[in-house]
């Protein structure tokens, strides 16, 4: 469902260029539960953020169920990263005005009348629930806990049941016990038939994939 | 050093209130190095805020370097919080529009007049360079991966030399190679007699200390 071939992103400042994906070739198929660590600077969000659609790259391409990526028009592309994609972001992204659920709700909200005011507060309140935040439902990120934040973030990556799900360190700031619940449910998703490629620093929170990538300087490689 | 008699730090939502933190009774000694450890959501942030001189309590006392902080007026306050304690925020906190050494070098910067430009970019340069960012001086955190904004937070807070080192999740975002690194630093500092009150998720992080506490519901209790 997802390849990439010689995918390339390289930012210029200056004279110098840095590049923070060098030709990755990526191949992850329906239903396929995928882990990738490396180190801080290797290039990990580069590729994440590639791979939902939230960065162009430089040179190589990228197929997203069959189609290039780049042969997309952009409502095209909007459309399948609001209706296919569930991104859980390294830092969040929560807006500060809205509540939680508000937060949670907004992937359904972008989608122009679709889901009337109380279908999208039942299914946030639902999301919510399943991360164990049901009695936090009104908060605003600001009147939350760091790892709090963390799973309303996750929450709306899952609202509109997407078929890829990619998570930046979904775990990062949460202790062990809730890290092993999150982890519970993206497995549960992942039997659902849900495709996940999660990055990760926690060797035992890698451990719940089938396949391990690891990333260096930029480049990646599959561990055998 | 630090020392705290039935701390607590309650927010009222409407009717309800939440009582983030609870009768805290904590004592820390000049030159320790302590961890605190606990569920998300449990209050550890909170009493962090709370010795930082970030928020004040709702009831209790907070007594650092033996006076009592209900006491100090708000030029004392912001001269101790700016001179004696370094903070290495959760969420890191870092301005979008400076680059990474403006940045770390804010704390000296608020200095009126004490540091001159030269000095300011040296001593930036050098704590970025003892988190292993040199070669990230003139990035701005847009321009930086989770890690490395991290690290950033890190060493704006070592710039000033502080007494007192307050860290919120140091290591939540960096591999365990980086971590490892970030976790000598501190005990290098530790060594030359700065004061270290650390909150992790990770146990072998809080192996460093020589002493833990638990944190449950906004409750305190030392470790045996
Ligand atoms: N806009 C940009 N301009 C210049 N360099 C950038 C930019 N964005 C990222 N970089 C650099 O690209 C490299 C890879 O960044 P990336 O965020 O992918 O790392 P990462 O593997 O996710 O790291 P971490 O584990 O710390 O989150 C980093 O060294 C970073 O400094
Ligand atoms: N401004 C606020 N208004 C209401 N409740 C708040 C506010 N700030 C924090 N809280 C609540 O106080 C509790 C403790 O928050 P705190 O940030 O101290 O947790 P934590 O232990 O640091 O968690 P984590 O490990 O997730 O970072 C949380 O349940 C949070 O929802
Ligand atoms: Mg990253
Ligand atoms: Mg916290």
Do not use: C
């Amino acid at each position: 469902v997802i390849r990439t071939e010689k995918l390339t992103r390289a930012y210029s400042m200056g004279e110098n260029a840095i590049t923070a994906l060098r030709e990755a070739d990526l191949t992850v198929h329906a239903g396929e539960f995928v882990a990738l660590m490396g180190a801080s600077g290797s290039g990990k969000s580069t590729l994440l953020n590639l791979l939902g659609l939230l960065d162009h790259a430089t040179s190589g391409e990228y197929f997203l169920e069959g189609k290039p990526v780049s042969s997309l028009r952009r409502d095209e592309l909007a459309d399948l990263r609001g209706r296919r994609i569930g991104f859980i972001f390294q830092n969040f992204n929560l807006l500060a005005r809205l509540s939680a659920w508000e937060n949670v709700a907004l992937p359904l909200a972008y989608r122009q009348g679709e889901f009337k005011h109380q279908d999208q507060l039942d299914r946030a309140r639902e999301a919510l629930a399943r991360v164990r935040l049901e009695h936090r439902v009104e908060h605003n990120p600001m009147e939350l806990s760091g790892g709090e934040r963390q799973r309303v973030a996750i929450a709306r990556a899952l609202v509109t049941q997407p078929a890829v799900i990619l998570a930046d360190e979904p775990t990062g700031n949460l202790d062990s016990n809730t890290g092993v619940e999150i982890m519970r449910l993206l497995k549960e998703l992942n039997a659902e038939g849900r495709t996940i490629i999660m990055v990760t620093h926690d060797a035992s929170v890698a451990r719940n994939a089938s396949r391990l990538y690891h990333m260096r300087d930029g480049m990646l490689k599959e561990d055998e």
